[in-house]
């Protein structure tokens, strides 16, 4: 089982550019949660999506979208990237049915310029 | 609002010591609460995780306290090791979400050979 990976590891990008970032769940998971984490904080939860809808959403401006595909694997996007953008974008997956917890990824380091 | 914080933002002890790390959560809605370790460059890692109908849970060689009365949350990590140097993350996921984690800033342990 490889777990929850994503695409790219690193990534840079200009300044009012677009950026998708990708995530595949762990095997037998049907949750997907995307996370910013800035340096020296902690994760701050931007959206969850299930069955191929967001569920939930974060406090997060709707530059950031997501989507989810019948495989469960999910996509960010940001639009009109700002240098605040720059972080580590995390994605978890879970299983709804579990209430057990979530596993991450190893991240996506974007760098906007 | 929803929070949850650390009392310590980094603590530093030696090799073979015993490490504390202390948590404060602010939802007295929250059932479960999930410690993570997160090394440099990578992703959360589960450690360990508690319900709210308990007050302690072991695992190999680290151990989580639950005090809902103060609304705290300890890990404890026996014979520290170089290896355990991370950043630990206390996380909260609400009754009324679905696998949402609230997670904390984050607590630095540094382990000293």
């Known amino acids: 089982d490889a777990g929850v990976t994503q695409s790219p590891t690193h990534l840079i990008k200009t300044r009012g550019q677009q950026v998708t970032l990708r995530c595949s769940p762990k095997?037998?998971?049907?949750?997907v949660s995307w996370y910013q984490q800035a340096l020296g904080q902690g994760p701050q939860f931007i959206f969850q999506?299930?069955?191929?809808?967001?569920?939930q959403r974060g406090n997060f401006p709707d530059r950031f979208s997501g989507h989810q595909f019948p495989n469960y694997s999910s996509e960010l996007n940001v639009n009109a990237l700002l240098l605040g953008d720059s972080a580590l974008y995390l994605c978890?997956?879970?299983?709804?049915?579990?209430?057990?917890?979530?596993?991450f990824g190893q991240g996506t380091r974007l760098t906007v310029v | 609002g929803e929070s949850v914080g650390l009392h310590l933002p980094t603590l530093s002890v030696q090799e073979g010591d015993n490490s504390i790390i202390n948590c404060a959560y602010s939802?007295?809605?929250?059932?479960?609460f999930i410690w993570y370790k997160q090394e440099s460059g990578k992703g959360p890692q589960f450690i360990i995780d508690?319900?709210?109908?308990?007050d302690k849970r072991q695992g190999q060689r680290v151990t989580v306290l639950l005090n809902k009365t103060v609304k705290h949350l300890s890990l404890q990590i026996a014979a520290t090791q170089p290896g355990d140097s991370a950043v630990y993350l206390c996380?909260?996921?609400?009754?009324?979400?679905?696998?949402?984690?609230?997670f904390g800033p984050g607590t630095s342990l540094s382990v000293i050979p």
């Open positions: 095997s037998g998971h049907d949750t």
């Open positions: 978890a997956s879970s299983w709804t049915g579990g209430r057990t917890e979530a596993f």
């Open positions: 996380a909260e996921m609400l009754k009324t979400s679905y696998d949402k984690v609230i």
């Open positions: 508690i319900r709210s109908n308990m």
């Open positions: 939802n007295s809605a929250s059932d479960y």
């Open positions: 999506y299930y069955e191929e809808e967001e569920r």
